[in-house]
């Protein structure tokens, strides 16, 4: 496909922001052509940045806004009432059509407010949900949700196994993902109420590949390649992931440096460990789609890198090229129906 994908990106959201998300988007357009960056911030700032950069000016546009958007403040009023800042007019654009995505690294809860308020839901869709690639021991699966909705109803869940579904699907080319519902046990009966009560309405669903339960620790162990839980669960789940990681990383790191043994021990296996490792970069795999909107709204980590933004830009014309929207619009349609 040759169609020009056009994305908003917060350049004021984040804790590296403008320095990374302005070299992000230059990354990003002069890897993908087909790519337009609507930089939305402080021009001074932004232009500023720029100026250290080589780059097509056709691929780069500036939004000026006089507001930001901080993470401590209380999202329903900060998005009523700055209208002015980087991500209420980021997300004003791909509202009114200028713009296919958004993606921001900004305060998560205006984040999740201004998708609903400003941008809106797909008509079905009761509430959407925040999913994010998981590495698992031969891939990744998708975790959803992991942020939005901590009180969520079994309809909630239900549309969450299908969007994430599709995504799994068509944006990461597995074929009939199996869905799993995240669990303390395999057994069904075993779970809080919510899982209680969606189980069976799983079970009934015809659109999905749904296995059952799938428990924290299976995960990471291909237990599933879409895992579906209201985002409380969700979002431990993910965080203690990341924690699990982290550490083991250090030790691994800390172990190989103890000794000259160890020390020459690593000289053999360092391209292996970081091919494996590399698995475990939650950059590479772009940002977290807030999937159930109108429009492509993506989130990523406060502390991302430049290639953290790049990545996450260039997931949006994989996800504008695919039309997930409007797949999601129609299953859910004709579920509905």
């Known amino acids: 496909m040759d169609k020009q994908v056009k994305v908003a990106l917060d350049a004021m959201g984040g804790d590296n922001a403008p320095v ?13 052509p087909r790519l337009k960056v609507f930089l ?19 691929a780069i546009e500036i939004v000026h806004c006089s507001e930001v958007i901080e993470t401590a403040e209380p999202p329903v009023k900060a998005v009523r009432n700055k209208k002015d800042s980087s991500m209420v007019k980021a997300m004003n654009l791909v509202k009114e059509g200028t713009c296919d995505a958004l993606v921001t690294a900004g ?81 069904e009966e075993k779970g809080n109420a919510l899982v209680k009560e969606t189980f069976p309405l799983l079970k009934e669903l015809t659109n999905i590949n749904f296995i059952g339960s799938c428990e924290a620790r299976d995960v990471c162990l291909d237990g599933a390649d879409v895992i579906v839980a209201e985002a409380f669960a969700g979002n431990v789940c993910l965080k203690t992931m990341e924690g699990v990681s982290s550490a083991l990383i250090k030790k ?28 475990f970069d939650t ?41 997930i929207n409007e797949k999601i619009r129609q299953q859910l349609t004709e579920t509905e129906e």
């Open 20 to 32: 990374e998300t302005v070299k992000g988007a230059v990354e990003a357009v002069n890897l993908e």
């Open 40 to 58: 939305c911030g402080k021009e001074p700032e932004i232009r500023a940045e720029l100026a250290k950069y080589q780059y097509n000016s056709d």
């Open 107 to 187: 305060s998560s809860g205006a984040f999740l407010v201004g998708g609903q308020i400003i941008v809106g839901r797909i008509r079905g869709i009761d509430r959407p949900c925040l999913g994010t690639v998981v590495p698992t021991v031969s891939g990744v699966a998708f975790l959803l949700d992991c942020g939005a909705n901590v009180d969520a109803k079994p309809l909630n869940l239900v549309q969450f196994a299908q969007m994430g579904s599709i995504y799994s699907e068509n944006f990461l080319g597995v074929k009939s993902p199996r869905v799993g519902i995240l669990n303390i046990g395999a057994e």
């Open 252 to 279: 691994i790191k800390g172990a190989m440096m103890s000794s000259l043994k160890t020390k020459i021990g690593a000289l053999f296996i360092k391209s292996a460990l970081k091919k494996t490792l590399k698995s």
């Open 283 to 323: 950059e590479s795999y772009g940002g977290a789609p807030l999937l159930g909107c109108k429009g492509l709204l993506v989130k990523t980590h406060g502390s991302s890198s430049s290639r953290a933004f790049k990545n996450s830009l260039l997931q949006c014309i994989k996800f504008t090229d695919l039309e």
